[in-house]
């Protein structure tokens, strides 16, 4: 029997690839609103990131999710990404 394919991601923190499964994604969609995405089905461009504030606090440090999105983010937002991810840890 034939082994099915693991899709692989690279975090923005920490630069590892991994398991798409064990990522969380970061879409901006339509209305260049950004929200996580935890199950990986909403619509829009998505960047990943390991389910670690640190890997956030990278990302965040480095502005890796204003270089994959082409587009400036307001403090707010990231305020409000480092909540969902603290709460969706939990």
Avoid: H, W
């Avoid at 899709?7 to 609103?33: A, D, S």
């Amino acid at each position: 029997m034939k082994q099915k394919k693991i899709p692989m991601r690279m975090c923005l923190g920490c630069q590892e690839m991994r398991p798409k499964k064990e990522l969380i994604r970061v879409v901006k969609n339509k209305e260049n609103e950004i929200s996580l995405d935890f199950n990986g089905k909403k619509p829009g461009r998505g960047a990943y990131l390991c389910k670690s504030v640190s890997c956030f606090e990278k990302a965040r440090k480095g502005r890796k999710l204003e270089k994959a999105f082409e587009t400036s983010i307001d403090e707010e937002i990231y305020e409000l990404l480092k909540k969902e991810l603290e709460a969706g840890n939990d």
